[in-house]
């Protein structure tokens, strides 16, 4: 139960955005964490399979990356919260649960695992940020996928409602998924299993929270990335 | 392809829709009252009226265009959204895809099309000789067309302002050479050519022959044709929508 990245090429307006990159992840909440614009979204774009690759392997459980197998295995939330604006959460939820041949009764499940059980009515336009994000999150959650691909799933939210949702990753996780989450914010590092730290399309660092401060020396992974990048 | 995910993608376009009571009314009455303003036109004008030659070939008009511009705005829109991504990155068929949006689209043509026959032939008393269930079904055929050429045109555009630009590029035209201004026989060579090969045309002559009432033959030559090019639109379609992108 593995996602292997094995030189990984994406080249997009004549420049690489991933220049054979190499990672492997395994189970447990891996956290990936880099600035904006270094390349989180494309890498997690190619674990998925929709996004056009120019060179190396992305291999997950074992299939090639994008495989029709694949497909209902990967859970998939995008940076923008891909659910339909002018349907209720609920009529979101049955769509995609239609869609993947999932049993209706996961509908409840994956929304109240998110925490919108009394939301379940409201047209997700009209819903806050934080609430879309986490219509889009309970999307992600139908059918059990092996594997949760989470692009900034906790942007913007309110400290509680990102507790509880690290929360939850940890449960999917400790029921067996391969959790891969992103995030810019450097102080979301600690809530991770492992972390692979990411700048200018290349993975800079891939270990524990504690091990990556320890072998920089620092108290905090926002120190550690500076000595990373210095040194 | 899978015809429960077809359907699913079906009824969620029509929930969509739902959701936009104006879109609905406006999709309903616009073209009843086109209908009239164009009866209104020719009220006036000597001898048999235009409204009999006209009328039909609007009726073919309407759906086309209508379906073109709804569908290649909503497609682009799920583009932008992120939703196709996501889907494609499920285990839906692209025909899936396409086919559901064809079959809503189709029935909104329907009920668009029922409105604006029902005006046309009931109120201002338009004379179909050949059968107005046939003339229904040529309607839908032609929203069809028009829903295909709109997904397979929105694929080539990055931006709402880039798709609804594809209107007077590619249904203007066809409008234009359909035969509706100019009878497509009195057309310079080059242009008979062009306006034979298109398929408004065709979605055109199909009203137009059953207004008249000529043999049921013609009226399901030019049938096939409009629904072949749909089909061919929604097959080409299927080829540019790519599971991954750059």
């Given at each position: ?16 955005v991933l220049d054979g990159l190499d990672l492997d992840v395994g189970s447990g909440v891996t956290g990936l ?81 998110v925490d919108l059980g009394a939301q379940r009515q409201h047209v997700v336009g009209r819903m806050s940020g ?102 | ?184 026989d009195q057309l310079p060579g080059v242009l008979h050519a062009i306006a034979e090969v298109l398929p408004l ?46």
């Open positions: 139960m593995t996602i292997e990245v094995a030189g990984l090429v994406v080249r997009r307006g004549g420049r690489a964490l880099g600035p904006s614009g270094c390349g989180k979204s494309t890498l997690l774009r190619a674990i998925v399979g929709v996004q056009r690759t120019h060179g190396g392997t992305v291999t997950v459980l074992g299939e090639p990356a994008g495989s029709a197998a694949l497909r209902r295995r990967i859970g998939y939330v995008t940076q923008a919260a891909s659910v339909y604006d002018d349907l209720t959460l609920a009529e979101n939820v049955a769509f995609f649960a239609r869609v993947l041949g999932v049993a209706a009764a996961e509908t409840d499940r994956v929304v109240e695992a934080g609430q879309r994000s986490r219509a889009s999150l309970a999307v992600a959650l139908l059918g059990r996928p092996d594997v949760l691909v989470l692009d900034e799933p906790t942007v913007g939210l309110d400290p509680v409602l990102r507790r509880d949702l690290w929360a939850l990753f940890h449960q999917l996780a400790d029921d067996g998924a391969i959790v891969l989450v992103s995030s810019h914010v450097m102080d979301e590092a600690d809530r991770c299993d492992r972390l692979l730290l990411m700048r200018e399309g290349a993975i800079i660092a891939a270990d524990t929270p504690e091990a990556i401060k320890q072998h920089a020396g620092t108290p905090d992974i926002e120190s550690a990335f500076l000595r990373l990048v210095e040194s | 392809m899978s015809p429960a995910r077809t359907l699913a993608v079906a009824l969620r376009v029509l929930q969509q829709v739902r959701r936009d009571p104006r879109t609905l009314a406006m999709l309903v009455v616009i073209p009843c009252a086109l209908m009239a303003l164009l009866w209104w036109m020719f009220r006036e004008v000597p001898g048999p009226s235009p409204f009999d030659r006209t009328g039909p070939a609007l009726l073919a008009i309407f759906p086309f265009v209508v379906m073109f511009l709804v569908t290649s705005v909503t497609t682009l829109r799920e583009r932008a959204s992120g939703t196709l991504e996501r889907l494609l990155a499920m285990p839906l068929g692209r025909l899936d895809f396409l086919l559901g949006y064809g079959l809503a689209f189709g029935l909104l043509a329907a009920v668009q099309s029922g409105a604006a026959v029902g005006v046309s032939v009931g109120l201002l008393g338009m004379e179909v000789h050949g059968s107005v269930g046939v003339l229904l079904v040529v309607a839908v055929a032609d929203a069809v067309l028009g829903t295909a050429l709109g997904l397979f045109v929105s694929a080539f555009a990055n931006t709402e302002f880039q798709a609804v630009q594809f209107m007077p590029a590619l249904v203007v035209p066809q409008i234009l050479l359909c035969g509706l201004f100019v009878s497509r045309s065709y979605a055109v002559d199909a009203m137009q022959h059953l207004t008249v009432g000529s043999a049921d033959s013609t009226v399901t030559y030019d049938l096939l044709v409009v629904l072949g090019y749909a089909v061919a639109l929604l097959v080409l379609g299927a080829v540019t929508l790519r599971r991954r992108t750059p």
